[in-house]
């Protein structure tokens, strides 16, 4: 931090700070990476041999919104908790988010 940063750019670097923090103890939790700037969680895709084939990512945030379906008139917009997501998107890779998340949570209903 600079001599000539104001109180008000010292608090959001700190919150800035903050949430990077944030970000890696869940990556770490969760077994993910985060890029370099702690922005995204990355989560590395694996086929059967285990080799990766491709790294999703997903803004560093607390819930990831999913827009409604474009095929279904759906009109409410449904946040989901970012575990949730990773979890999501780690057991369904071959899917989208939003059909990954509504397995998920199907497949939570039925045990």
């Known amino acids: 931090m600079g001599p000539f940063m104001s109180k008000e750019q010292i608090s959001q670097f700190e919150e800035y700070r ?8 869940i990556a770490a939790e969760l077994g993910v990476e985060v890029d370099k700037d702690a ?3 990355v989560i590395p895709i694996f086929d059967k041999d285990g080799k990766e084939i491709r790294k999703e990512y997903l803004r560093a945030w607390e ?3 999913l827009k409604p379906s474009i095929n279904k008139r759906e009109e409410i917009k449904k946040n989901i908790p970012i575990r949730t997501a990773i979890e999501a998107i780690k057991k369904h890779p071959e899917m989208n988010l939003r059909d990954a998340v509504k397995k998920l949570e199907e497949e939570k209903e039925g045990n």
């Open 39 to 41: 922005q995204h969680f």
């Open 63 to 65: 819930e990831i919104p």
């Open 18 to 25: 903050k949430r990077q923090e944030w970000a890696r103890n």
